[in-house]
């Protein structure tokens, strides 16, 4: 890569790092594009040049981050169920927690922009399939493939709201533990007949 290209692609993104901190204060409604440039220290039309509209700033922000595919699998430590559903909580409000800003915006516009409605849909998606893949691979699973999945979808859900609403990852995994244990029951035992 040449000086120029890294150059370029280094102020594109301080772009994207002013505006994420920008519309997570603010909101995206209440932040100019001309406001980004300023506190990002480049000319106003080097927005633009990157990005051919705010929206498209905004979908950077939510799409350049790493996917639940990208850091779930790592969640795939241990045999047990109860290892991996501790796991997957730990990761999953750990990588909510880190990126505080991102959850913020997609949380604020998700209602107002189906772009970024859409987006989240694609996100949760995602990372429903990625736990039910980590979940199935524990040793003592014996639920069928729609058990898993609901499972996922639950934890999904509920580490996401909690994270949300106490932005707090540091204590997941205690504030989660009945229902870890509610799971690992259900996941490990054949239902009745």
Sequence with gaps: MTAHATAKNTKR????????RLFADCGYDATSTARIAHEAGVPSGLVFYHFNTKLDLLLAIVQERPTPGDVLPSAARGRSIRQRLRAVVSVMADELELNRSVRIIVFREAQARPEIAARAAELFAEAATTVAEVLSGADDVVADPARVRAAAELIVSRVFLDVIALGR?????????????????????SPPP
Aim: overall charge negative; proline content about 0%; cysteine-free.
């Design 13 to 20: 993104q301080v772009i994207i790092e002013t505006a994420e």
């Design 169 to 189: 990852s540091d204590t997941a995994l205690k504030r989660h533990a009945a229902m870890i244990d509610m799971l690992a029951e259900s996941l490990t035992t």
